[in-house]
């Protein structure tokens, strides 16, 4: 679904936060472990890219909430595509070997958030694009670096 109009590129995405993850109820368990289903999530909507912003707007899949986020390049400390010790292996029934979260940790140093994304996942093989998003976003973040007058830090 990803599409290029305007320098904004798009595609589907489930995240869910590390605040999340350790509330998940046995049928988040059960769902992220069953054929078919898609991986641990509690939102669903869509990522957006353009040269100045990373944006994910979204619907809570049970309280059907909405939730937009609006994340700078200089806000975007950390992206990383792997599992941790808060979204495991054990959080899906792939046990990593079809598709890896991707953790983005942005906002204030004295208060940063944390999201997992699953970018474009794909049921039939329970794969994803967060490998392609993982090096889209780290391309996006050194260009955005390189326009400021001296850079910003991380």
Not at 38 to 64: C, F, N, Q, Y
Not at 69 to 82: K, M, Q, R, Y
Not at 92 to 107: A, I, N, Q
């Amino acid at each position: 679904m990803a599409s290029m109009a305007d320098d904004r590129q798009t595609a589907r995405v489930l995240w869910t936060s590390p605040e999340e993850i350790r509330k998940r109820t046995f049928m988040d368990w059960l769902a992220a472990h069953t054929s078919f289903c898609a991986p641990l999530h509690h939102w669903e909507g869509v990522i957006a890219l353009t040269p100045d912003m990373l944006e994910l707007w979204g619907r809570h899949k049970r309280s059907g909430g909405e939730q937009h986020i609006p994340i700078l390049p200089e806000e975007l400390s950390d992206i990383h595509l792997g599992f941790d010790d808060v979204f495991t292996r054990w959080s899906d029934r792939s046990l990593g070997l079809t598709f890896k979260p991707l953790r983005l940790t942005y906002g204030s140093k004295g208060a940063p958030y944390t999201l997992y994304v699953i970018v474009d996942f794909k049921r039939w093989r329970r794969g994803s694009d967060n490998k392609l998003w993982h090096d889209k976003l780290q391309e996006w973040r050194q260009r955005c670096a390189a326009k400021e007058p001296g850079g910003w830090q991380t």
